[in-house]
């Protein structure tokens, strides 16, 4: 099966997942609103949590600042938790957009995404998320890759790591494609399993590896 994108604004040329970020002339629309708004999705890789403010700019009029699985209510790390916060505002119908999106995702009928984002880190997570955007639908790269790509020491790949799995918006930029030097999987804050469905989804694994797998760090 050849999934076909459905794009409804211009995006990068390669398949890669890809969001667009409000110019800076924008971005004073999307930060002045303060408050964060939320919905669920259900989807094969469990419970999915959307967070965002509302944007004039944005497609579908939210821009995201996370995207996280179920799975990462079991991280022991705050930045990782697939938690609600108190002050957040359940706004289910304002994420239809994104939703929709990723339904078609799981379908197997969209290779790309099309959305206005709000997350922020530090400037080093920043470029490491930036260049997370360039890989390719269906393909994967390493840590060390991404590392030399950056410009960097080969000794500052663990923390290319670290910043690979402090990403906030899970899937849409696609960390899942990271894998380890040796093809092993590696860590997922969403799960190895679910990060597993997720290339299998992508046609770069056949079908689950779950009873020969073997995991690097």
């Known amino acids: ?5 459905n794009r409804n604004t211009t995006a990068m040329n390669t398949p890669a997942a890809t969001l667009t970020a409000a110019p800076a002339a924008q971005e004073k629309t999307v930060h002045e609103t303060t408050e ?15 967070s965002g403010v509302r944007s004039a700019t944005a497609p579908g009029g939210v821009a995201l600042t996370s995207l996280r699985m179920g799975a990462w209510k079991q991280s022991r790390r705050r930045d990782r938790d697939a938690h609600v916060e108190p ?8 994420f239809a957009y994104a939703i929709r999106h990723m339904q078609e995702y799981f379908r197997g009928e969209r290779t790309d995404f099309d959305f206005e984002y709000a997350a922020h880190g530090t400037p080093f997570q920043e470029r490491v998320w930036d260049e997370l955007k360039t890989i390719p639908y269906g393909t ?6 991404i590392t030399a790509t950056l410009g960097l020491e080969p000794v500052q790949a663990r923390a290319v790591g670290g910043a690979v799995g402090s990403n906030p918006l899970g899937i849409v930029v696609p960390c899942h494609r990271v894998i380890g030097a040796n093809g092993s999987l590696t860590g997922y804050a969403g799960g190895l399993e679910n990060k597993e469905a997720l ?11 779950v009873s020969v797998r073997r995991f690097s760090t």
């Open 1 to 5: 099966m050849t999934p076909t994108a």
């Open 36 to 50: 964060i708004i939320y919905a669920t999705m259900a989807s094969p890789v469990g419970e999915i949590i959307f």
């Open 87 to 94: 002050h957040w505002v359940l706004a289910q119908d304002e």
């Open 140 to 145: 994967t790269t390493t840590y060390g890759r």
């Open 199 to 209: 290339l299998v989804l992508e046609g770069v694994l056949p079908q689950p590896l």
